[in-house]
């Protein structure tokens, strides 16, 4: 039998909640995704996904976003297409 290590991690209720979820959805347990993330840590020498800060603007663009400023609605395609001038 191969031996294992224990992992502990400390993590908001509700996040693990939602994480939860949609790991059920995916067939995977939490033990099996942490297991993906370290052998695709291994296999890539790294993260297997971008970690940045956002550059300023992005940053405005996502605070005013989720204060619901100037943020535009559509009901259908052809609206937001139009609207971008295509």
């Given amino acids: 039998m191969t031996k294992t290590t224990t992992i502990r991690a400390r993590i ?3 996040l693990k909640s939602e994480v939860d ?10 033990s099996e995704t942490i297991q993906l993330l370290y052998r695709q840590i291994k296999l890539q020498r790294g993260l297997p996904f971008d970690v940045r ?5 992005t940053a405005r663009t996502l605070k ?7 943020v535009k ?7 937001l297409y139009t ?4």
Wanted: aromatic share 2%; proline share 6%; charged share 25%.
């Fill in 64 to 70: 005013m976003s989720k204060a619901g400023k100037d």
């Fill in 12 to 14: 908001e209720p509700a």
């Fill in 73 to 79: 609605h559509f009901t259908q395609k052809k609206q």
């Fill in 53 to 57: 800060l956002p550059n300023k603007l």
């Fill in 21 to 30: 979820s949609i790991l059920v959805e995916l067939g995977l347990t939490a």
């Fill in 83 to 86: 609207d971008l001038g295509l």
